[in-house]
């Protein structure tokens, strides 16, 4: 009986994780309800980050799939009653130069895609805009340094307060717009405490630290709205910082760039913190 349950309840599982794959009209990622497993991947270093997640889930079950017919195999063969006089062999020099050897080979065999992702990952030297983050307990702010040196900020959008579509705990007021195949520098750091921008769809879950700025950079592929959150405990309001990214067609974004320096003040340059963003793109610029 209880057999039964636990079945109807992974197929019901199944069912909602189907049923929201393959429902909603806009394209936006999230978390949906039973999620097992990655959001969609929206970037090349997400879409590396997939490959080099299913080259390692085919390594894993191959291995547990090996350790267990092993496993069968010593309680079938050498069980006390199939193999009541059991051998006093303690060495084989082969058998033990192999199970050290076939190891290293499959450390290896990862350690070369793994690291080359990680240099993918890191930055892009032909970034082509710079978008600034800002870690603040509990919000972002974010600042277009070479798109008219605006800067806002981004804030949570409150139950009450929510329109048609939005999810809840991940809709902001102000959505970070960011323009499609285009190679983008992002520049990190907080304010207050250890925050960390996380975009599953991006591949990208970095740390922004106070008084250091950290690089990744992001090449969106398609049009529509992403949603993250802040993955660093940074307090209180924590999981009530989420972040939103609106990616639009390059003509859109250059129009709303015009519109936002419009509503958004421009940055103040005389703030130490956008003094120290502005060495950074000159230290950039030299390189
Ligand atoms: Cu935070």
Redesign the pocket.
């Given at each position: 009986m209880l057999f039964m349950f636990k079945r109807l309840h992974v197929l019901a599982t199944l069912a909602a994780v189907a049923f929201f794959t393959f429902s909603g009209a806009a394209f936006a990622d999230q978390p949906k309800p039973w999620q097992i497993g990655f959001q969609d991947a929206a970037s090349p270093v997400m879409e590396k980050i997939t490959e080099f997640h299913d080259l390692l889930l085919i390594i894993i079950t191959g291995i547990v799939l090996f350790v267990l017919a092993l496993m069968i195999y010593v309680i079938v063969k050498f069980n006390e009653k199939a193999n009541p006089v059991p051998s006093t062999t303690s060495h084989n020099t082969m058998l033990e130069v192999i199970w050290t050897a076939v190891p290293i080979l499959i450390l290896v065999l990862i350690a070369s895609p793994s690291i080359k992702l990680l240099y993918f990952m890191d930055k892009n030297p032909n970034a082509e805009m710079t978008l600034k983050v800002t870690?603040h307990?509990?919000y972002w702010s974010y600042q277009y340094p070479d798109n008219g040196d605006f800067e806002f900020d981004s804030y949570i959008v409150d139950d009450d307060d929510l329109k048609e579509g939005q999810p809840r705990l991940l809709a902001v007021d102000n959505e970070v717009v960011l323009p499609v195949d285009t190679d983008i520098r992002i520049l990190l750091a907080s304010d207050d405490?250890?925050?960390?921008w996380a975009m599953p769809s991006f591949g990208i879950k970095i740390d922004?630290v106070p008084g250091r700025t950290n690089e990744t950079w992001v090449r969106i592929d398609k049009e529509g709205t992403y949603y993250g959150q802040?993955?660093?405990?940074?307090?209180v309001?924590?999981g009530f910082?989420p972040i939103a990214v609106k990616a639009v067609s390059k003509e859109a974004f250059k129009a709303w760039t015009v519109e936002a320096q419009k509503e958004f003040a421009k940055a103040d340059d005389s703030s130490p913190r956008i003094a120290f963003v502005n060495d950074v793109k000159a230290a950039l610029t030299a390189r």
């Amino acid at each position: 009986m209880l057999f039964m349950f636990k079945r109807l309840h992974v197929l019901a599982t199944l069912a909602a994780v189907a049923f929201f794959t393959f429902s909603g009209a806009a394209f936006a990622d999230q978390p949906k309800p039973w999620q097992i497993g990655f959001q969609d991947a929206a970037s090349p270093v997400m879409e590396k980050i997939t490959e080099f997640h299913d080259l390692l889930l085919i390594i894993i079950t191959g291995i547990v799939l090996f350790v267990l017919a092993l496993m069968i195999y010593v309680i079938v063969k050498f069980n006390e009653k199939a193999n009541p006089v059991p051998s006093t062999t303690s060495h084989n020099t082969m058998l033990e130069v192999i199970w050290t050897a076939v190891p290293i080979l499959i450390l290896v065999l990862i350690a070369s895609p793994s690291i080359k992702l990680l240099y993918f990952m890191d930055k892009n030297p032909n970034a082509e805009m710079t978008l600034k983050v800002t870690g603040h307990q509990w919000y972002w702010s974010y600042q277009y340094p070479d798109n008219g040196d605006f800067e806002f900020d981004s804030y949570i959008v409150d139950d009450d307060d929510l329109k048609e579509g939005q999810p809840r705990l991940l809709a902001v007021d102000n959505e970070v717009v960011l323009p499609v195949d285009t190679d983008i520098r992002i520049l990190l750091a907080s304010d207050d405490v250890i925050h960390n921008w996380a975009m599953p769809s991006f591949g990208i879950k970095i740390d922004t630290v106070p008084g250091r700025t950290n690089e990744t950079w992001v090449r969106i592929d398609k049009e529509g709205t992403y949603y993250g959150q802040c993955s660093e405990l940074c307090g209180v309001n924590h999981g009530f910082m989420p972040i939103a990214v609106k990616a639009v067609s390059k003509e859109a974004f250059k129009a709303w760039t015009v519109e936002a320096q419009k509503e958004f003040a421009k940055a103040d340059d005389s703030s130490p913190r956008i003094a120290f963003v502005n060495d950074v793109k000159a230290a950039l610029t030299a390189r």
